[in-house]
Nanobody
Framework: QVQLVESEGGLVQPGGSLRLSCAAS????????MGWYRQAPGKQRDLVAI???????RYADSVKGRFTISRDNAKNTVYLQMNKLKPEDTAVYYC????????????????WGQGTQVTVSS
């Protein structure tokens, strides 16, 4: 099993910034990608950003140029730097860790964090 512990989200004004972190522990060797998803009320959970162990990153179109995902290998931690936040970024953000036998397909195994609320409002 892999355990994921997320940092707290918070309330941010539009145009502001926030950094989320997610620390992985347990069977780290069983994953080869980590990322963030988000779910707004009444909507499905969508991918925000992902980083794979081969260094590839991928972002949702809605966050490209504003969000940056990074990884600290020594700390088994992934960060999501969110800049120029918009009200539509308001959601519960979930850390995700996975093993992909083929990065072009869905994950073979998935692990989820507990979720953290990010609210963008004035």
């Amino acid at each position: 099993q892999v355990q994921l512990v997320e940092s707290e989200g918070g309330l941010v004004q539009p145009g502001g910034s926030l950094r989320l972190s997610c620390a992985a522990s347990g069977f780290i060797f069983s994953i080869n990608a980590m990322g963030w998803y988000r779910q707004a009320p009444g909507k499905q959970r969508d991918l925000v950003a992902i980083v794979t162990w081969d260094g590839t990153t991928r972002y949702a179109d809605s966050v490209k140029g504003r969000f940056t995902i990074s990884r600290d290998n020594a700390k088994n931690t992934v960060y999501l730097q969110m800049n120029k936040l918009k009200p539509e970024d308001t959601a519960v953000y979930y850390c995700h860790a996975a093993y992909y036998s083929n990065y072009k397909l869905g994950p073979d195994r998935s692990y989820w964090g507990q979720g953290t609320q990010v609210t963008v409002s004035s």
